[in-house]
């Protein structure tokens, strides 16, 4: 009969394993409520052993909120293949997935948690938010966007967010709506800001030549259509 020898883990390997567990742990409670102690009984290892590798749970904290931070801006990226609304409908996909799979961790990212307002979680979320902005922009084929398309890019992403902290608390709207009408709203900021200015009009004009009578921005104009009869 033979025996299973443990690997000694090095020191990067058990950061990155730390990191992972308390990330697993924020998924179901909110980090407020999750201690030392149990980050370290779910890792196998003790209270001590932790602390030598990070100096405090703030720490361990800031360092699970950038992996977070770098998988939820991961799931903006999207390949520039088919129509934009149908690529969005895709991003709001995986954005869901995440804030689903991940409810009090992305509550502790986006509103601060126990590091609210210090500059490391400051500024990870602020990556999130251009990480997603240079995604969009991209989609859009913009380098060099006009004030009105920038203030209706980050005002959208700004609204996905606002979106799915207030869905996390009682989810009383399926998501699925959710997602498709998040789609929605991106076209009516842009449509909006279209009737005032020209070069938004002809954007929106281009995106709307490649849409799909059964895409969501024409389900959207179905909808408003409704609406008016």
């Known amino acids: 009969m033979t025996t299973g020898v443990r690997r000694r883990l090095g020191v990067e390997e058990r950061r990155q394993q730390l990191i992972g567990v308390a990330l697993e742990l924020f998924s179901r409670r909110s980090p407020d409520q999750v201690s030392i102690d149990e980050i370290a009984s779910a890792a196998g290892i003790s209270r001590p052993l932790v602390y030598h590798y990070f ?52 509550s502790a990212l986006m509103r601060g948690g126990p590091a609210v307002g210090s500059s490391t979680t400051n500024a990870l979320v602020d990556s999130v938010r251009q990480a997603a902005y240079v995604q969009i922009l991209s989609h859009l084929g913009v380098t060099d966007p006009p004030a009105r398309l ?73 909808r408003l259509l409704t609406l008016a009869t």
Not at 70 to 81: M, S
Not at 201 to 212: Q, T
């Open 150 to 222: 920038e203030l209706v890019v980050r005002s959208w992403i700004s609204l996905a967010e606002s979106t799915a902290l207030i869905w996390l608390d009682g989810r009383r709207i399926p998501r699925e709506e959710l997602e498709s009408q998040l789609v929605h709203d991106f076209a009516a900021l842009a449509s909006v800001s279209a009737a005032y200015d020209q070069e938004m009009g002809a954007l929106l004009r281009r995106i709307f030549k490649e849409e799909p009578a059964d895409g969501p921005f024409a389900d959207l104009a179905g």
């Open 55 to 106: 100096p405090g749970k703030l720490s361990l904290y800031e360092a699970a909120l950038q992996r977070a931070a770098d998988e939820l801006a991961a799931r903006f990226v999207e390949p520039h293949e088919g129509p934009l609304g149908a690529r969005l409908h895709r991003v709001m996909g995986r954005y869901f997935d995440f804030v689903d799979e991940h409810g009090p961790g992305f």
